[in-house]
């Protein structure tokens, strides 16, 4: 079965640098999450989309910003970055609010 | 403000042993109910689900219980395994239109040979 696929799957950067996170979801979901999950954390939401419209904002940073495209893959960009922001980064979907499903996640550090 | 936590930040187990992993919710009105699994560097593996209108769902080798009253759920192990070592997260989904999951602590389960 398709699951929610992520990428790249590891990213380096440098502070102050940009980043694009990208996430496939499950074909006929209609709605994706992006989590954040820091060392020994719980994930973290930062902000949702269903049918391609925000529909959700959690604790996302000003720095950061998303969009889902019209063929449901949606990014995750980050500008400014800084070194509080290495993380886990995941995207799930699901539909109807329920089947969630996570990715195996971006892991990003900034140096 | 919604949360949802866990009892334990770590618990050991023998292998072969029963596990029993307990998360508190704070949102009444949360409706569904996630345990995941996360394996060091890994997405988190769903478990088991269950939805505020059951009390109790089984899976293979795993249970989930739901005590609303209490707003508690605990998922149960049978017969843990050397491969069931890993951070076990509960969600839970905000009642309603509200669909992000909010994620409790996690617990390390250990199991010892």
């Known amino acids: 079965a398709a699951g929610v696929i992520q990428s790249p799957r590891h990213l380096i950067k440098e502070k102050r640098e940009t980043a694009t996170l990208k996430c496939y979801p499950i074909?006929?979901?209609?709605?994706v999450y992006w989590y954040q999950q820091g060392p020994g954390q719980d994930p973290q939401f930062l902000i949702s989309?269903?049918?391609?419209?925000?529909?959700d904002k959690g604790s996302i940073p000003d720095r950061f910003s998303a969009q889902q495209f019209s063929d449901y893959h949606s990014e995750l960009n980050m500008s400014s970055l800084e070194l509080g922001d290495s993380a886990l980064y995941f995207c799930?979907?699901?539909?109807?609010?329920?089947?969630?499903?996570f990715g195996s996640g971006t892991r990003l550090t900034v140096v | 403000g919604e949360s949802v936590g866990l009892h334990l930040p770590t618990l050991s187990v023998q292998e072969g042993d029963n596990s029993i992993i307990n998360c508190a919710y704070s949102?009444?009105?949360?409706?569904?109910f996630i345990w995941y699994k996360q394996e060091s560097g890994k997405g988190p593996q769903f478990i088991i689900d269950i939805r505020s209108n059951m009390d109790k769902r089984q899976g293979q080798r795993v249970t989930v219980l739901l005590n609303k009253t209490v707003k508690h759920l605990s998922l149960q192990i049978a017969a843990t395994q050397p491969g069931d070592s890993a951070v076990y997260f509960c969600?839970?989904?905000?009642?309603?239109?509200?669909?992000?999951?909010?994620f409790g602590k996690g617990t390390k389960l250990s199991v010892k040979p």
């Open positions: 074909p006929r979901h209609d709605t």
């Open positions: 799930a979907s699901s539909f109807a609010n329920y089947g969630y499903t």
């Open positions: 989309f269903y049918e391609k419209m925000q529909s």
């Open positions: 949102n009444s009105a949360s409706d569904y």
């Open positions: 969600a839970a989904k905000g009642g309603g239109s509200q669909g992000n999951l909010i």
